[in-house]
C-alpha cells in the first residue's frame, strides 16, 4: 500500500544540503526518517512524563519489598 505523500517546504543550512545533494541523498526520505525519530523520541519523553508517578511508585515498591516474582529467578 503506497503512502500518501504531501510537499513541505523546509529551510536547511546551505553546506548541509550542498553536501546532501554531493553525496546524492534523496533529501525527502532523509528528512523523513530524522522527523520520525524526532517524534519517536518525544512520544517516549511524553509517555515518561505521563507515567512519572506510577514509575516513582512501582520503583518504591520494589525497593521495599523487593521484586514480586523474585523467589522464582532461576539466576
Not at 543550512?13 to 530524522?34: F, P, T, Y
Not at 512519572?52 to 532461576?74: C, F, H, Q, T
Request: proline residues 1%; without cysteine; glycine residues 4%.
Amino acid at each position: 500500500m503506497a503512502s500518501k505523500r504531501r510537499a513541505a517546504n523546509l529551510s536547511l543550512d546551505v553546506g548541509v544540503l550542498e553536501e546532501a545533494r554531493a553525496l546524492d541523498i534523496n533529501l525527502s526520505h532523509a528528512a523523513q526518517a530524522g522527523i520520525q525519530k524526532a517524534i519517536d523520541a518525544a512520544r517516549a519523553r511524553r509517555w515518561l512524563d505521563e507515567n512519572a508517578e506510577a514509575i516513582k511508585s512501582m520503583n518504591e515498591w520494589v525497593e521495599k519489598n523487593g521484586l514480586p516474582l523474585d523467589k522464582y529467578r532461576a539466576f
